[in-house]
């Protein structure tokens, strides 16, 4: 069983498009973290989220926190190519124990 | 130095052959992982190296011998794998001695392997 499930698995949008990416999990997590993993890349840390309700920018990147630090989401507006990559969702549950999500493949075509 | 190093970017071995995949990170940090990755999926934990003792192996078969020669090096010796191991393996670190929510993973480039 999959602690943290994202949807949609995979994505294919035009430049310019809005998207949002979704991690779920039926869990509390003292903390969400978003990576991006670009192709022949290791993944790289774009944010942690801590508090619920939470929402953080990072450029074009929103990403916010539910409530009941359950979910989380990652929406891009107006993608680029350079958005494309593998993007992940992980956190920590009460126990410390350290889970990836189930990834979310984005390509963004020029 | 916010990097970890991995060598090298890509392998191609046989199922006799061994071979090794090192890793080093020069930021201080006290835990060190490794981490198998399929293409477009998450990667899945196999080692974790806290203060440079073995904490966490998931179960992972014996054919994957990690090494930890001192903290800022992380080998994983490789024998009589199976085209099935075929995959990204990712060396990681982190600051705390063993991973602990909001603790930032830093991330290798990781080596390409394939098996024949």
């Known amino acids: 069983t999959q602690l943290l499930e994202q949807s949609p698995q995979f994505l294919s949008i035009q430049e310019g498009e809005n998207l949002t990416v979704y991690c779920n999990s039926s869990s509390v997590f003292s903390s969400l973290q978003w990576y991006r993993q670009e192709p022949g890349e290791g993944p790289v840390l774009l944010v942690t989220v ?5 929402v953080k920018k990072l450029k074009r990147l929103t990403f ?10 990652l929406h891009i507006t107006a993608a680029q190519p350079g958005d494309t990559g593998l993007y992940l969702c992980a956190g920590a549950d009460a126990g410390n124990q350290f889970y990836f999500g189930t990834g979310t493949s984005l390509t963004v075509i020029p | 130095d ?5 060598t090298p970017k890509h392998l191609v071995m046989g199922m ?3 071979k090794s995949l090192k890793c080093e990170q020069h930021m201080g940090h ?10 477009k999926k998450p990667p899945e934990l196999m080692f974790v190296y806290s203060y440079e003792k073995l904490s966490i192996n998931e179960s992972v078969p014996s054919r994957f011998s990690p090494e930890c020669p001192n903290s800022s090096l992380l080998n994983l010796h490789l024998h009589a794998l199976q085209p099935e191991d075929s995959a990204l393996y990712l060396c990681a670190s982190s600051q705390a001695g ?6 930032k993973l830093f991330f290798g480039s990781g080596t390409q392997l394939s098996v024949l």
């Open chain 1, 50 to 54: 801590v508090t619920g309700g939470e």
């Open chain 1, 64 to 73: 916010q926190f539910g409530d009941a630090r359950k979910d989380s989401s």
């Open chain 2, 2 to 6: 916010t990097e970890v190093t991995q």
């Open chain 2, 16 to 18: 006799t052959n061994k």
């Open chain 2, 30 to 39: 006290r835990a060190m992982y490794w981490y198998k990755q399929k293409a």
């Open chain 2, 98 to 103: 063993l991973y602990r929510a909001n603790e």
